[in-house]
């Protein structure tokens, strides 16, 4: 049987954790305790590691709940991940730096997600961002795959159709 | 060239019908300098997922915090390497098959000379050594998996020695 | 009349040599080493491949080597001892304006090198693998013939797993 350690199986999953929490609380505050919370509440169900099939799909799932139970508490409403940084509205022309308008571009993306469903916002983030199988955020999220898949069409679709669409057109 | 493999990827990737390799293929691809015009517009998704990805933001701080709440020493750790054989696989598996496709994709042209002007191989010729199929089925996957093989390790020594150093350092854990 | 039958024996050679087609690279190579019982060669012709497609329809297993086998039109595999490396390479590259050189690899186990061959409207037809292995001392020729296309090649790629 294997012998599961916190330090070198559990702690490393500490920013696969954090991304998740972030995503769904939109707040990185919020999103570390949320983090800091998981890991202690898995530590303290350390008599159980050896009986669990995937630690990591053990973690993520009390990570979204702790995350979803913070959320309803401070009662969000989906913000802009950063709010100090708001990209000039019509600049895209005039902006010489390359860089500076990709950036602005992947933060518009970040906006998009960041409007979507808990749900679909949690299925994409597992997917495309965390590698996840469809069976893995099954379990994560308590839903079939068939479901999971159909939130992660929804998100996708969202996606293109609001970002392609602001691409061609400008903001 | 054409980048028809990579449209289909696409349409099927917004119809949720690709797979995990195919997502890290598309991935890789929008990694590289030299995305086409047409297929701009979806860079900036896939850069993003790819960034995403690689956020860490919680170090060595957290860590000795965590550990001194549940009682155990923070001890002298050497920095932990992602092994290969986890996460960075399949990405280290697109980016190398988006350098293949690239390669042989654009290979020069070779000129044309009046000897080359019937280069269609008669087929009629070929006569089949087996003529059980599950015994050629074997012998062809054999084969199929050698070249297979053979594209993997030639790629490998390419992209270890270039872009993929800094992925891995980026990667390395605390 | 001598003169009509004249012209119409090198009408009908000219026909003959331009229907003959080229060779694929292995057969070629063989026709180089026809007396050398140690080089032998397997030949897998169209009609079998769509044979092997056919036949692994419902093998959800297979479908990477089956999806490849699908772009293929041909298929041939020479084995020789290792020592023919060179002369096979050899064959590639005094050949310069048909093949082309796309990657090779080195390890203490094994090297290789890959060459491909377009068309004359630029598509990539042929595709052949020299690979010598040095645990078995043997050179190993793969050969195939087809669409070899970004798809195949990520069919291929996708055989092998780690």
Redesign the interface.
């Known amino acids: 049987m294997k012998q599961v350690s916190?330090?070198n199986d559990i702690?490393?999953l500490?920013?696969e954790l954090?991304?998740l929490a972030l995503r769904i609380t939109l707040n990185?505050a919020e999103a570390?305790d949320v983090?800091?919370e998981t890991?202690?509440k898995v530590?303290n169900r350390r008599e159980s590691w050896a009986e669990i099939d995937s630690l990591e799909a053990f973690c993520l799932t009390i990570c979204r709940n702790l995350a979803l139970d913070k959320m309803k508490r401070m009662d969000n409403q989906a913000q802009a991940l950063d709010d100090t940084h708001d990209p000039p509205a019509s600049d895209r022309s005039a902006n010489p730096e390359e860089r500076a308008v990709?950036r602005d571009?992947?933060e518009?993306?970040?906006r998009l997600i960041a409007q979507l469903p808990e749900k679909q916002r949690s299925c994409m983030q597992l997917?495309?961002?965390?590698?996840k199988?469809y069976k893995d955020i099954a379990q994560v999220l308590s839903i079939s795959e068939e479901q999971v898949?159909v939130n992660?069409?929804r998100a996708?679709?969202t996606?293109?159709q609001r970002?392609?669409k602001t691409?061609?057109y400008g903001l | 060239m054409d980048y028809k493999y990579i449209e289909q990827l696409l349409e099927r990737y917004f119809q949720c019908e690709t797979t995990l390799q195919e997502e890290a293929i598309l991935r890789a691809f929008f990694q590289q300098e030299d995305v086409p015009e047409s297929l701009m517009p979806y860079r900036d998704l896939f850069v993003c997922q790819q960034q995403e990805a690689l956020t860490a933001p919680l170090g060595d701080d957290f860590d000795e915090r965590l550990l001194a709440i549940v009682g155990e020493k923070p001890q002298q750790e050497k920095a932990r390497v992602v092994k290969l054989g986890s996460r960075l696989m399949p990405l280290f598996r697109a980016a190398a098959i988006v350098a293949i496709v690239l390669t042989i994709g654009n290979a020069a042209q070779f000129s044309l000379s009046p000897r080359n002007q019937n280069d269609d191989i008669n087929y009629s010729e070929y006569t089949d050594t087996y003529d059980d199929p599950t015994v050629a089925y074997d012998q062809v996957e054999g084969a199929l998996q050698l070249m297979s093989e053979g594209l993997i390790q030639s790629q490998r020594a390419d992209t270890l020695s270039a872009g993929m150093r800094n992925n891995t350092d980026s990667l390395v854990r605390n | 009349m001598k003169r009509a039958l004249c012209l119409l024996t090198l009408w009908l050679a000219t026909i003959a040599c331009m229907a003959k087609g080229s060779q694929d690279f292995a057969s070629k190579f063989m026709d180089q080493c026809k007396a050398d019982t140690s080089v032998s060669c397997i030949t897998v012709s169209p009609k079998m491949l769509e044979q092997l497609v056919k036949k692994t329809e419902n093998n959800p297993d297979d479908a990477n080597i089956r999806q490849a086998i699908t772009k293929l039109k041909s298929m041939r595999v020479v084995t020789a001892p290792a020592e023919y490396f060179e002369k096979a390479e050899g064959l590639l590259k005094r050949n310069p304006q048909r093949f082309a050189k796309q990657d090779d690899y080195d390890s203490a186990q094994k090297r290789g090198v890959i060459y491909s061959r377009k068309n004359r409207h630029g598509d990539t037809v042929e595709l052949i693998l020299l690979h010598e292995s040095m645990r078995t001392k043997t050179l190993t020729v793969v050969n195939v013939t087809g669409t070899i296309d970004e798809e195949f090649l990520c069919f291929l790629y996708n055989i092998k797993s780690f």
């Open positions: 916190f330090r702690l490393p500490k920013n954090y991304r990185p570390e983090v800091q890991l202690i530590w990709q571009r992947i518009l993306v970040r997917r495309d961002i965390e590698g199988s898949k992660i069409f996708r679709q996606i293109r970002f392609i691409e061609n």
